[in-house]
């Protein structure tokens, strides 16, 4: 499996990556890196370790820019292969930067992904195709069984890089096959809960929060669309 680095200061999120992504029996670690920097850092390269670059995937979870800017070089010279860095808040990484980030990488030979949020990740480039395929992770994509107008059975076959989505599916058995599962689903989304920030986020009139949300409860109504054609064919096969 591709190796997986995830760098951080402080939160919520990078610990819940770290324990779903290292549950998926593949080489990942995790990096602390300093919270209190200057506005500026003249040599970024002093705060990043030797290690810092040459994992498979880098996930940078809300680093300092100029720190964040520096990876793709670090990445191209340790033998990396690709940059994640998730933005489940707006204000972590400006348009001007990704653009910068983009630019140097391409150049690096470097892949790189600002998925807002994380789990709306995409895998457009063969090492975070690796990735997402070898972790099973991205957009969520649950499959259930219906019996007796119940989920008898739920499997995430495709989870959110935090787990979130696998950690409802597991919830999801016994209850009511309709609408009655979508609420469900939306009452655990929150519970656990998702992590993507209540901020507006630009051009999009809605939350990352929200927009996490609706693509999730979008997989569930997937799936229980399935399973239940799924039934019925079954049934139509037994008459």
Request: aromatic share 4%.
């Amino acid at each position: 499996m591709i190796s997986v680095q995830i760098l951080h200061t402080e939160g919520h999120l990078w610990p819940r990556l770290l324990e779903h992504l290292a549950s998926m029996g593949g080489e990942v670690s995790a990096t602390q890196l300093p919270d209190q920097l200057p506005m500026m850092v003249d040599d970024p390269r002093e705060f990043l370790s030797a290690s810092v670059g040459a994992a498979g995937v880098t996930i940078a979870v809300n680093i300092h820019h100029d720190l964040l800017a520096e990876l793709p070089s670090l990445i191209a010279e340790r033998g990396g292969r690709a940059l994640i860095a998730p933005r489940e808040d707006p204000n972590w990484i400006r348009p001007g930067l990704i653009m910068q980030i983009n630019e140097a990488a391409e150049k690096m030979g470097v892949e790189c992904s600002f998925p807002e949020p994380f789990c709306s990740l995409e895998p457009v480039t063969p090492a975070i195709q690796q990735f997402c395929q070898e972790y099973r992770v991205g957009r969520t994509k649950l499959e259930l069984v219906i019996k007796d107008g119940q989920v008898h059975e739920a499997r995430c076959v495709r989870s959110t890089p935090c787990g979130l989505s696998q950690w409802v599916a597991e919830r999801l058995v016994g209850v009511e096959a309709g609408e009655a599962l979508i609420e469900r689903a939306k009452v655990l989304h929150h519970s656990r809960p998702c992590l993507a920030s209540m901020t507006m986020a630009p051009g999009m009139d809605d939350t990352l929060m929200h927009k996490s949300l609706f693509m999730f409860l979008d997989s569930v109504r997937e799936a229980l669309a399935a399973a239940m054609s799924e039934q019925q064919s079954a049934a139509g096969e037994k008459q």
